[in-house]
């Protein structure tokens, strides 16, 4: 059976959950990301059921109703051009739905880095890049002044660099690696715990301070068939604990929202882990309200 996300955030004493992996996007796009979910089954024969394929006002009253006090826009572009539009659009997103994490994106393009600052000086708060769609190296020269943007402003990025579920001609821990020897001051949150690079991105991790990992999908009976979170790694999880997030990659994950809370439960880290992967760690880094745990926690480590 899985669990109320309310119910779980309460038995933690939380007062909610804070997820940073969430996508909202123009219907269009969106549109053409499930049309790519629906396609995977037949063509890998892992079929990718989207959980919730609804309407965009509904999608965001089921976020709410989860429990989940902040969330974020996750979008992206794949050629020159979009990502002026995408982050007009996340803005606009952002000032009507005032739970979300202003997100913005950016591609490697004459003007990225001019862009990247116009969005951060409207209020992005975060940014996704995905290496995998994008098919970019993010050392290109066109991203020189995108990264120093970001490293002066500290505003974090949501990044998919790692090599699942399929391989790119820039993901893995290679081209990261190198972007941080030349940036170690850019907060990263590395998409889906670096799938399924997860010990190279667990040493990033312990090599450059801000880099985050995000546990979208990560741990999930799902993904652990495709690519199983190595059992000899699980202290660094709890080493790094204060730089663990929820992220859950809503809406278009194959399984309830609650079961990646179950998933995170069972490793079995303690409720103290749970309470800053769920809440306290994004609500440090994003500046978000930290009130005091509730007195009624029952604790769900089991």
């Keep these: 059976m899985t669990t109320e996300p309310r119910d779980f955030a309460r038995a933690l004493g939380l007062p909610g959950l804070i997820d940073v992996h969430t996508h909202f996007m123009p219907q269009n796009v969106l549109d053409k990301v499930w049309a790519y979910f629906d396609a995977v089954g037949p063509l890998t024969g892992v079929e990718w059921p989207i959980e919730y394929r609804e309407e965009e006002e509904r999608r965001v009253e089921i976020l709410r109703g989860f429990g989940v006090l902040a969330f974020t826009a996750m979008l992206y572009p794949h050629k020159p051009g979009m990502?002026?539009?995408?982050?007009?659009?996340?803005a606009d997103f952002a000032a009507r739905t005032p739970d979300c994490l202003h997100t913005a994106t950016l591609y490697p393009e004459d003007g990225a880095g001019g862009e990247v600052r116009r969005a951060v000086e409207a209020g992005a708060r975060v940014f996704k890049v995905?290496?995998?769609?994008?098919?970019?190296?993010?050392?290109?020269?066109?991203?020189?002044?995108?990264?120093?943007?970001?490293?002066?402003?500290?505003?974090?990025?949501?990044?998919?660099?790692?090599?699942?579920?399929a391989p790119g001609r820039f993901t893995g821990p290679g081209p990261v690696g190198r972007l941080l020897a030349r940036y170690p001051r850019l907060r990263l949150i590395v998409a889906h715990m670096g799938m399924p690079e997860y010990a190279d991105f667990l040493g990033l991790a312990e090599r450059y301070e801000g880099v985050h990992l995000d546990t979208t999908m990560a741990f999930t009976d799902f993904s652990e068939r495709l690519a199983p979170f190595p059992t000899a790694e699980r202290k660094r999880l709890l080493d790094l604990g204060d730089r663990i997030l929820l992220g859950s990659d809503f809406p278009s994950i194959p399984y309830p929202y609650g079961h990646q809370l179950d998933a995170l439960a069972r490793l079995d880290l303690g409720d103290d882990w749970l309470r800053g992967v769920c809440h306290g760690n994004a609500a440090r880094l994003f500046g978000l309200p930290l009130p005091p745990l509730s007195p009624v926690s029952q604790g769900i480590h089991r």
């Design 83 to 90: 990502a002026r539009w995408l982050n007009d659009w996340a």
């Design 130 to 165: 995905h290496l995998q769609v994008g098919d970019f190296d993010p050392n290109e020269a066109s991203l020189d002044d995108v990264w120093g943007v970001l490293a002066e402003s500290a505003v974090p990025v949501v990044i998919h660099c790692g090599s699942g579920p």
